[in-house]
Antibody
Framework: EIQLAASGGGLVQPGGSLRLSCAAS????????MSWVRQAPGKGLEWVAN????????YYVDSVKGRFTISRDDDKNSLSLLMNSLRAEDTAMYFC??????????WGQGTLVTVSS | EIVLTQSPGTLSLFPGERATLSCRAS???????LSWYQQKPGQAPRLLIY???SRATGIPDRFSGSGSGTDFTLTISRLEPEDFAIFYC???????FGQGTKVEVK
């Protein structure tokens, strides 16, 4: 069974940092483009970042460029999102997801990031 | 950036009725890379339709997608109690989601 398990969320002060992780089981992450998608409380979905299977190409939504870094660890079959200089507007549930034909076919359960003083 | 506009914002229907959800793109989508998701409270989204009209694995055939270019539709032929949720469309070109349509029990 394919599973993605996101972790690492929590409460952090504005300007702080957090690293999210997404562990995969039942499939090899290194065969897929992988993304992070977030959802602010009571709001819609927003794509945040993605990474090519070999890790050579990464894309980010403009609002996080220069602050967030997506990476993958094929030895651990996992995905990460390093978030620096966090802002209140980064408060959201963060989901990891695998890509398939321009869609997201497998999703983790989400990990909540709250940026507040 | 391609903007996706979903309508209506809320759809109030009885179980057994047909639901028709619309998603309009501000520009024509390359290769019709438009997908649909269902999200229930406290859960991750679930992929229903990809490439505008292909049903994802395990999705019942009462869900269907159609459209091309800038106009896309998700149809649920007969609503089951478990279908009531928020539905989002997504385009992969510039990676944006629509604002969602809530399908609620009338």
């Amino acid at each position: 069974e394919i599973q993605l398990a996101a972790s690492g969320g929590g409460l952090v002060q504005p300007g702080g940092s957090l690293r999210l992780s997404c562990a995969a089981s039942g499939f090899n992450l290194n065969k897929y483009w992988m993304s992070w998608v977030r959802q602010a409380p009571g709001k819609g979905l927003e794509w945040v970042a993605n990474i090519k299977p070999d890790g050579s190409v990464r894309y980010y939504v403009d609002s996080v460029k220069g602050r967030f870094t997506i990476s993958r660890d094929d030895d651990k079959n996992s995905l990460s999102l390093l978030m620096n200089s966090l802002r209140a507007e980064d408060t959201a549930m963060y989901f990891c997801a695998s890509e398939y034909w321009g869609s997201y076919d497998n999703w983790g359960q989400g990990t909540l990031v709250t940026v507040s003083s | 950036e391609i903007v996706l506009t979903q309508s209506p914002g809320t759809l109030s229907l009885f179980p057994g009725e047909r639901a028709t959800l619309s998603c309009r793109a501000s520009q024509s989508l390359v290769d019709n890379l438009l997908s649909w998701y269902q999200q229930k409270p406290g859960q991750a989204p679930r992929l229903l339709i990809y490439r505008a009209s292909s049903r994802a694995t395990g999705i019942p055939d009462r869900f269907s997608g159609s459209g091309s270019g800038t106009d896309f539709t998700l149809t649920i032929s007969r609503l089951e109690p478990e279908d009531f949720a928020i539905f989002y469309c997504y385009q992969h070109g510039t990676k944006t989601f629509g604002q969602g349509t809530k399908v609620e029990v009338k």
